[in-house]
């Protein structure tokens, strides 16, 4: 089983708007909107987990990673966003996505397009050592924690059953390993349940010196 980020070396620090959204030890009470390039000085890594999901709010989905952009800009600050999966291309030239697909839901439709919206802005900050991260087709909260996971890049993965889907313990997994690793700059890459054959990126060794990271929610 993969281990903790604390066994990793990993010291995380949580910027939250409410002190009850985390259960970290060290905490930072502050607006996304309201945090300076000050706050993530000296930071290997910051993990952009920001999330809103009524109409009026999805436009901040752009603000806030520019935003992030701004203070990262020129800087040797990692930036790491939890992505989503609506924006994964389902055809081989990369012009239909999963969220044009006649199955993908009506109602999270407004969501996949903000949260594209804001992954092409990503892409044209080359001054910005950032990696997008999107999780399978299926981002299920309460599954259980494997360990294995496939490590895509820009297309949907499928297991042999047709299925894409991860959990949230297994996406973490993957999450740290790029924050070990750093393997992905200016890329969006993808996961997905280990069912079948193809060989996931490896960690770094367990003897890498700490790393200090932010991780940013709402």
Avoid at 12 to 41: G, W
Avoid at 85 to 94: F, M, Q, W
Avoid at 100 to 119: I, Q, S, V, Y
Avoid at 165 to 186: C, F, K, R, W
């Amino acid at each position: 089983m993969r281990r903790s980020p604390a066994e990793r070396g990993i010291d995380v620090t949580a910027f939250v708007r409410s002190a009850s959204k985390t259960a970290a030890e060290k905490a930072v009470v502050k607006d996304i909107m309201d945090l300076t390039a000050k706050d993530l000085a000296g930071f290997d890594a910051v993990v952009d987990a920001f999330v809103a999901w009524t109409p009026e709010a999805l436009d901040q989905h752009s603000t806030t990673l520019a935003h992030l952009c701004d203070c990262l800009s020129g800087t040797i600050v990692r930036l790491l966003v939890v992505g989503g999966a609506g924006s994964l291309y389902v055809s081989p030239k990369h012009t239909l996505a999963v969220s044009d697909t006649p199955d993908f839901p009506d109602a999270f439709k407004p969501l996949a397009a903000a949260m594209a919206k804001a992954l092409g802005k990503l892409r044209e900050r080359s001054n910005v050592k950032w990696t997008y991260i999107s999780p399978a087709g299926y981002f299920r909260a309460e599954d259980e924690r494997t360990g294995p996971y496939i490590l895509g890049g820009e297309e949907l993965t499928l297991a042999d059953a047709g299925e894409s889907v991860i959990s949230y313990a297994d996406y973490a997994i993957a999450m740290i390993d790029e924050i070990e690793t750093g393997n992905h700059l200016q890329q969006r890459i993808s996961t997905e349940r280990k069912q079948h054959n193809i060989v996931k990126c490896s960690s770094k060794s367990r003897n890498a010196p700490p790393l200090d990271t932010a991780s940013l929610t709402r």
